[in-house]
């Protein structure tokens, strides 16, 4: 069995190094100024790091994160971090949930309640879901990708932990960022076991495909995207490119750390210039945490860096896999209005069984953080109709529990 439980415990030497090197953060030059510029506020991300030294209880958060029950299980060779919540209703619709970057699965810390136990949250229960967030390959508690092109494989691995590992005959799925990218392989690869997706983005590699019909609002979209790359999008490359060169400076830093992780959370959230309108410094700080004390800025950038090096043969199987497969699955878009993205509904359309396309009224890139209420229930009225028509779980939802008992605190 290959399923075990996890318990989040980092061991205090880790915590104290990490004390030795915020009380030492070496600041740069014009450290005055409120502004996000050039980059996070210096103002800012001063009180951030005093907040992270002197304030921030991590012991508190990691009990927090593990009233949820946590396993890891070797997929594929790959040792993989996933949280696993059985839905407290008549017949639980299982979903797995994707998170992006710079985020991790603690991005899905507020939805996890809702979507299991709807009941508690004003909701009909008949909309419960078994709910499993898996972290990416290199990201959080996951091991690290084993060769280069594997974001081009995740796809596969969600597969084989939904039905081999846990059981499942068939899901649905959703995600944002890499978690789009990811969701979609799994919609045009394993067409028969995905019964739809939801998404919040269209995967960023449609991009590179340009189709000569374009409508005006493609043209639109395509132009503030080459621009928004030129600018905004200058992290990427970096990432992309040469990344343990940045890596290791992030790497040592945990002041620097953090600001290259909170400068996008507030340039791609709904703040209006005060990212304490969308998130506490405890949220902020809890996600940077995952990456601080696993270690693993440098291997979140592995996905960059296998789409910046694809070659012409890759690109060629990917837009066959996508031609084949994904518009098969019936998807949903719930679209926030400060998301880095603005795609038509058109441009959707080319890739996707589009049956669902919401504008929401607020919120930005990271909505489970954000406006958790809005994406839930979204996310609870697209697929209520994927509940009766035999594409569920496998009779007798019990086949879905892990392989391995569950710990106490489940």
């Not at 009941?119 to 390959?137: C, G, M, R, T």
């Not at 691995?157 to 499942?168: A, P």
């Not at 200058?234 to 992030?250: E, K, M």
Request: with cysteine.
């Amino acid at each position: 069995m290959s399923v075990e439980p996890y318990l989040i415990h980092v061991p205090q030497p880790t915590l104290d190094d990490l004390q030795a090197r915020l009380a030492r953060t070496r600041w740069a030059a014009n450290t005055d100024a409120d502004e996000w510029r050039y980059g996070p506020s210096p103002a800012f991300l001063h009180r951030l790091i005093e907040h992270w030294r002197l304030r921030f209880d991590w012991r508190g958060r990691e009990a927090a994160l593990n009233r949820f029950a946590h396993f890891r299980s070797d997929v594929d060779g790959v040792r993989i971090h996933f949280i696993h919540e059985r839905g407290r209703g008549p017949n639980p619709l299982p979903i797995v949930l994707t998170h992006g970057f710079p985020d991790s699965f603690v991005r899905f810390e507020r939805v996890i309640p809702m979507l299991t136990d709807p009941a508690a949250h004003a909701a009909d229960q008949a909309d419960a879901f078994d709910v499993v967030v898996p972290s990416l390959p290199g990201f959080g508690f996951s091991d690290p990708p084993p060769v280069a092109g594997f974001t081009f494989r995740i796809g596969d691995l969600w597969h084989r932990l939904m039905t081999d590992e846990l059981g499942y005959e068939s899901f649905a799925a959703h995600g944002g960022d890499w978690g789009s990218t990811v969701t979609e392989q799994l919609a045009r690869s394993h067409a028969d076991a995905v019964v739809a997706i939801h998404l919040t983005d269209v995967p960023f590699w449609h991009l590179f495909q340009k189709p000569k019909d374009l409508s005006p609002n493609e043209q639109r979209f395509l132009e503030r995207s080459e621009e928004w790359q030129r600018t905004d999008g200058a992290y990427a490359f970096i990432q992309g490119q040469r990344p343990d060169a940045l890596a290791q400076a992030l790497a040592d830093s945990p002041a620097g750390l953090a600001a290259w992780i909170v400068d996008k959370f507030y340039a791609w959230s709904d703040c209006r210039g005060d990212l304490e309108r969308c998130y506490t410094l405890d949220q902020l700080l809890t996600n940077v945490m995952i990456y601080w004390v696993s270690n693993t800025i440098g291997s979140s950038f592995r996905p960059y860096y296998d789409f910046t090096h694809a070659g012409v043969m890759r690109w060629m199987t990917e837009g066959v896999k996508a031609w084949v497969g994904s518009t098969k699955v019936p998807a949903a878009f719930a679209m926030f209005p400060k998301d880095i993205s603005h795609p038509p509904r058109e441009w959707a359309q080319r890739f996707f069984n589009v049956q669902r396309w919401t504008t929401m009224p607020r919120g930005g890139h990271f909505a489970a953080m954000e406006q958790p209420e809005l994406l839930v229930d979204d996310i609870r009225a697209f697929f209520r109709p994927f509940r009766t028509e035999g594409r569920g779980p496998m009779a007798g939802a019990g086949a879905s529990a892990p392989r391995a008992s569950r710990s106490a605190r489940a």
